[in-house]
């Protein structure tokens, strides 16, 4: 198994610009997530998925949106970036949310800078 | 979970000492516990967890404790090594469908 797997490694976007990271996961979990990391900080998580077709906003949505059309895939859409959101981003599953089965597997992050 | 108030912030120790992080939480519906380590420029990854009917597990030289009734669980790492520098995140969970991150202690142990 590859584990999450996350496209691009690292990107530079001008301000306004727009592009998606991409997270696949082939362990067949229902659970995923997406966080940011801003430099010496924890983890914030942006949205989530309980399954293919359900996404839900989590701690700071605003200036992104996903998307679920599969279990493997869960994108994260950047509109119009700004400076603010120069972060690692963090895809990670889950095949439950807690307990047993509950570890989150975390992609390798998409380090992305704004100018 | 609501809220999750982890500390120290940073930690040093000198290696073989002992370090512990302790992490409040608010949500008496918290049942999941667990910790990830995570090394500089790298991902997290869980190192041990802990359910909400267990008081204390063990995993090797890492431990972890849970007190309901205060709502507080620690980490605790025993003769420590050059390798345990990390940043260390506890986490809880309850009946949301996500985890809810302390901010991080960051660890150094020095020789």
């Known amino acids: 198994n590859a584990g999450v797997t996350q496209t691009p490694k690292f990107r530079i976007l001008k301000i306004g610009q727009s592009m998606t990271l991409q997270c696949t996961q082939d362990m067949n979990h229902n659970y995923m997530y997406w966080y940011r990391q801003d430099p010496g900080m924890g983890l914030k998580l942006i949205y989530y998925s309980v399954g293919a077709g359900i996404t839900d906003k989590g701690e700071v949505p605003n200036g992104y949106n996903v998307s679920r059309s599969t279990t493997e895939d869960f994108p994260l859409r950047l509109e119009l970036a700004a400076p603010s959101q120069t972060s690692v ?11 047993v089965d509950g570890e989150q597997y975390f992609g390798p992050g998409t380090r992305l800078t704004v100018t | 979970g609501e809220n999750v108030e982890q500390h120290p912030s940073t930690l040093s120790v ?11 939480y608010s949500d008496s519906a918290s049942n999941y516990f667990p910790w990830y380590k995570q090394e500089l420029g790298k991902r997290p990854q869980l190192i041990i967890d802990i359910r909400s009917n267990v ?7 890492i431990a972890v404790t849970l007190n309901k009734t205060a709502k507080h669980f620690s980490l605790h790492i025993t003769e420590t090594q050059p390798e345990d520098s990390a940043v260390y995140f506890c986490a809880e969970t309850g009946t949301a469908s996500k985890l809810t991150f302390g901010t991080g202690t960051r660890l150094q142990v020095t020789l």
């Open chain 1, 89 to 99: 981003y963090f895809c990670a599953s889950s095949y439950s949310p807690g307990g």
């Open chain 2, 14 to 24: 000198q290696e073989g000492d002992s370090a512990v992080i302790k992490c409040t």
């Open chain 2, 55 to 61: 008081g204390e597990k063990k995993d090797q030289r």
